[in-house]
């Protein structure tokens, strides 16, 4: 069974600082994703990591993929408070996509 | 305009009543999609489609029902609605395959009292 676990749930932190989020999955896995959800809105696409050793930026923040540890972050860098959202991975197997439960990132000003 | 929309965005009903949501999209992508979120649980597929007159079921089909004659619509029925179905509905659509990256909706805020 295709499992997601995000680390940590929520988060928060002060503008200017680094921070990972972290998502594990459970099997082996096709792509994974990232999408940003703001609080009452839907949800955005920011990366699809489909290889080994992946790397996708923009702006503050950048996506890895690692299949072997079956694991990929969502680093931010200088968070600014425009970043505070609730961030998804999923991932996608044999016509299946499950998402994780989200991290809730607050970023204070 | 285009993109992808859904009707109602609140919805209040009771128990045993059938609702359908409805989803339409303007871009003629070939996958669509349903989902519903609940706290705790982050994004459970419930159904996809991936053309018309083709659905197949996801993580959580139970007590839902759904139908594709066209391209661009893609409606969700729950055909007894239960309290454990209040929850927010999202619908997606990717342009070719599955593992395109999806294109949400607003969302459906569907409570069942």
């Known amino acids: 069974e295709l499992k997601v676990e995000q680390n940590p749930l929520f988060l928060s932190m002060q503008e200017g600082k680094n921070y990972t989020i972290y998502c594990n999955y459970s099997t082996t896995s096709d792509r994974l994703y990232w999408y940003r959800q703001d609080p009452g809105k839907s949800l955005e696409s920011l990366f699809v990591l489909l290889s080994n050793g992946a790397v996708k930026q923009e702006g503050r923040l950048m996506a890895s993929l690692d299949t072997k540890a079956r694991l990929s972050t969502l680093h931010i860098t200088a968070a600014v408070h425009d970043l505070s959202a609730t961030y998804f991975c999923?991932?996608?197997?044999?016509?299946?996509?499950?998402f994780g439960k989200g991290t809730r990132l607050h970023i204070l000003p | 305009d285009a993109g992808i929309t859904q009707s109602p965005r609140y919805k209040i009903t009771e128990t045993g009543r059938q609702v359908t949501l409805m989803c339409h999209q303007t871009?003629?992508?070939?996958?669509m999609f349903w989902y519903r979120q609940d706290l705790g649980h982050g994004l459970r597929l419930i159904y996809y489609?991936?053309?018309?007159?083709?659905?197949d079921k996801g993580e959580v089909p139970d007590g839902y029902v759904v139908s594709r004659s066209k391209t661009e619509n893609f409606p969700l029925t729950l055909e007894s609605a239960t309290r454990s179905q209040t929850s927010v509905y999202f619908c997606?659509?990717?342009?070719?395959?599955?593992?395109?990256?999806?294109?949400f909706g607003p969302g459906t805020r569907l409570t069942v009292l």
């Open positions: 871009w003629s992508h070939s996958y």
């Open positions: 997606a659509s990717s342009p070719v395959s599955f593992t395109d990256t999806q294109y």
């Open positions: 999923a991932v996608d197997r044999d016509d299946k996509i499950i």
């Open positions: 489609s991936a053309a018309a007159d083709i659905t």
